[in-house]
DNA sequence: CGGCAAATACTG
DNA sequence: CAGTAT
DNA sequence: GCCG
């Protein structure tokens, strides 16, 4: 029997027993829990929309100015209790725009180059300013530079000892390359974003295919192995300089340009200089080609099994491949682990932004038959990076009526399993409806005092469920959805909170 | 040289 | 509580 | 592995 249920790893459950396949289905009894014999209402537009006059933008002047500008949050919900766009000019808390770097010449002008209405944002800018001045010297000292010894020979830890007395550790000196510490006057411009010391990923701009990716692709093989072999740490160092490495608009040319990225350092710029030279990472190939980390990566490729049971399945249970997780261990998975085997491949085929879009556009219409049209969804994640092909779809729905994001997550997964799109829930968390429920009882304001900032969400396997029978066999009885199964994240968001907000504004603009 | 992302929720 | 996920 |  063991080879059968190899059958059903292989994905061909159709031509394979019948019975096999139910009884798998049985076992794993992942229909999500809800039931589906009470169909949420559609809220029959009870409450249209206030249409606003067509008016002109108010804040155009402000607009058209290149400054950057902090508003008192009332500007936004006053506006929109009057429907309208209000000015800006009463709110306005601060406006200011980043400026050049002292040192240089584009800007002869003085460094109080922007207007602040309040002192808050000064010591930010001061700060930056004096970092900016402090780094115009080269941060390596080119002359007590080391030699170091050779890169590929295999030894990764030697060569990376940081000079005594200088913060930066010299690095590999490459003659046969031009990617060699470089003269200190050829690097380029850094983004703001390094010059000002920003400090959180999430206030850089990211970009589908950063300059760098391929360098990138190799510092993630690592970054894998340190996952899965349980250094935390060292993820957390890889997980930070890729980060930086992706928000990096330029080509990097020389290692030296690396050592001025925040969470970058001589590690990561010498495997860029062997990078360079040798188009690979010895380190990185090793990893790749390790039969453990193999091993353990397939299983880590399970939704549900993370690096620690990953391992524990390797190493302790002594399985190898998925039909030994099946065979073996099938009956001490837990539910998502189950889904997951199910559908290892389909989960990890991309998917293609057309079909992000429908699927979006079903989860919308959805809430928008159970709640009403001022239902607001965003489509986050690789989509929103303008990726070609996302791992999973990530849907943030919002409405500008508190109350009506109140239960949605339950009622929106009710509906789309009930026409079949969700297949299964592998979690649905509904705390901030079950807080909100509570304080909104006493509460009979509604808006405001609440500090929960967690969201509603569910976690769901996604299938289209039209599809065409296969042509091979047209008078098939029961034919089979071959549509491929698809990881789908539907977010519920306050519509205070900044995702909601931001695209409110846009379209307040545009109105 | 020591410390190390943040917050939150589900599952078993 | 440990593990996993967002 | 980086940072203070």
């Not at 080391?146 to 000196?173: D, E, N, Y």
């Not at 396997?461 to 296969?470: F, L, M, R």
Request: with cysteine.
């Amino acid at each position: 029997g063991h080879k059968a249920k190899r059958g059903k790893l292989s994905g061909e459950y159709e031509d394979g027993k019948k019975e096999t396949e139910e009884s798998i289905l049985h076992e794993i009894s992942t229909d999500s829990e809800t039931e589906d014999e009470h169909k949420p209402k559609s809220n029959s537009a009870k409450r249209k929309r206030v249409s606003s006059p067509v008016e002109q933008d108010p804040n155009e002047a402000y607009f058209s100015n290149p400054y950057i500008k902090v508003l008192k949050w009332e500007w936004f919900t006053d506006s929109q209790k009057e429907s309208r766009v209000l000015p800006i000019e009463p709110y306005l808390l601060y406006q200011g725009r980043i400026i050049d770097r002292p040192g240089d010449p584009k800007t002869p002008g003085k460094g109080s180059s922007f207007t602040a209405r309040t002192k808050t944002p000064q010591s930010i800018l001061e700060r930056a300013r004096a970092d900016a001045e402090n780094d115009t010297s080269s941060p390596v000292q080119q002359r007590s530079n080391r030699k170091l010894g050779q890169i590929g020979g295999g030894r990764v830890s030697a060569p990376f000892q940081t000079t005594p007395h200088s913060k930066r550790a010299a690095l590999l000196h490459q003659t046969t390359s031009e990617h060699d510490l470089g003269q200190s006057s050829d690097l380029p411009e850094m983004p703001p974003w390094v010059q000002n010391d920003v400090k959180y990923a999430c206030q850089r701009s990211t970009h589908a295919d950063p300059p760098n990716a391929a360098f990138i692709a190799q510092l993630d093989k690592i970054k894998l192995a340190r996952l899965l072999t349980g250094d935390e740490i060292g993820v957390r160092a890889y997980s930070t300089s890729i980060a930086a490495l992706a928000a990096y608009p330029h080509k990097l040319s020389t290692g030296r340009e690396i050592l001025l990225l925040p969470g970058c350092d001589a590690k990561i710029a010498n495997l860029y200089v062997e990078f360079a030279n040798y188009g690979k990472i010895q380190e990185a190939e090793d990893a790749e080609n390790n039969e453990e980390l193999k091993v353990q990566k397939l299983f880590y490729n399970i939704w549900g099994v993370g690096a620690t049971t990953a391992r524990d399945f390797h190493k302790e249970k002594g399985w190898r491949d998925l039909d030994d997780v099946v065979e073996y261990g099938w009956q001490t998975l837990t539910r998502v682990q189950q889904i997951g085997v199910k559908y290892y491949d389909e989960f990890l085929l991309p998917i293609p932004r057309s079909e992000v879009e429908d699927i979006a556009a079903t989860i919308h219409k959805h809430a928008v038959k159970l709640r009403d049209a001022g239902i607001q969804s965003l489509v986050v994640g690789g989509y929103r990076r303008g990726k070609e092909h996302c791992g999973d779809v990530d849907i943030i729905l919002s409405h500008p009526d508190e109350s009506k994001t109140l239960n949605i997550i339950t009622d929106i997964v009710a509906s789309l399993e009930q026409e079949s799109w969700i297949t299964h829930t592998l979690l649905i968390s509904t705390k901030t409806s079950d807080r909100g429920q509570q304080t909104l009882a006493l509460n009979s304001s509604s808006t405001h005092g609440h500090g929960f900032d967690s969201l509603d969400k569910a976690l769901v396997v996604w299938q289209n469920p039209h599809y065409t029978p296969s042509t091979s066999n047209p008078s098939d009885p029961k034919p089979k959805n071959t549509n491929p199964h698809r990881r789908v994240d539907i977010i519920i968001s306050p519509f205070k909170s900044g995702v909601a907000l931001q695209f409110s504004l846009t379209s307040l603009r545009k109105s």
